[in-house]
T-cell receptor, first 111, second 114 residues
């Protein structure tokens, strides 16, 4: 079946450090891939997406590349800020109208 | 401004009572979804609807019910049959028909059973 695996958190980084949150998936066909962010007490917001192999999604300094050969969609940012502290969810959508979410990775950035 | 609204933000319920969570969107989206989120966990799909007057069970539909009488509204009822209803509930919507169309989420309702 379809599934999403994310690195376990919590992740704690100092401000301006490099961030990588790993995401791998299992899916039939060619899914669209998403990263969502959730700030405390709020709903999820789309951070970036990629719809086909080798696409790179980017937004607010975050990037992720759709790697079909490794079934991965790792999230990266070159220099994190305190305001990036949140929970990050990797997700996929296949041809059926469902989205499969990973368990989320909590990120804390300290000054 | 277009968006999704959920009300109330916090809801308290006594055991044995049914409670209805509101979700409204003015984005003209055809598909709507309800998710449950427990502390430290990901999202689990409760129900979803792709068109008015039609909806499908998600992965954890037991103890919940929904209706979709209007395109912009998708209320969720948490019934007394739901064994552990305390959670954060998120409503979402999207334009269906394209896999890459993302879901837009409301701010959530935190339900606590006393």
């Amino acid at each position: 079946g379809n599934s999403v695996t994310q690195m376990e958190g919590p992740v704690t980084l100092s401000e301006e450090a490099f961030l990588t949150i790993n995401c791998t998936y299992t899916a039939t066909g060619y899914p669209s891939l998403f990263w969502y962010v959730q700030y405390p007490g709020e709903g999820l917001q789309l951070l970036l997406k990629a719809t086909k192999a080798d696409d790179k999604g980017s937004n607010k300094g975050f990037e992720a590349t759709y790697r079909k050969e490794t079934t991965s969609f790792h999230l990266e940012k070159g220099s994190v800020q305190v305001s990036d502290s949140a929970v990050y969810f990797c997700a996929l959508r296949t041809s059926y109208d469902k989205v499969i979410f990973g368990p989320g990775t909590s990120l804390s950035v300290i000054p | 401004d277009g968006g999704i609204t959920q009300s109330p933000k916090y809801l308290f319920r006594k055991e044995g009572q049914n409670v209805t969570l509101s979700c409204e969107q003015n984005l003209n989206h055809d598909a709507m979804y309800w998710y449950r989120q427990d502390p430290g966990q990901g999202l689990r799909l409760i129900y979803y609807s792709q068109i008015v007057n039609d909806f499908q069970k998600g992965d954890i539909a037991e103890g919940y019910s929904v209706s979709r009488e209007k395109k912009e509204s998708f209320p969720l009822t948490v019934t007394s049959a739901q064994k552990n209803p305390t959670a954060f509930y998120l409503c979402a919507s999207r334009f269906s028909g394209r896999e890459y169309n993302e879901q837009f989420f409301g701010p959530g309702t935190r339900l606590t059973v006393l």
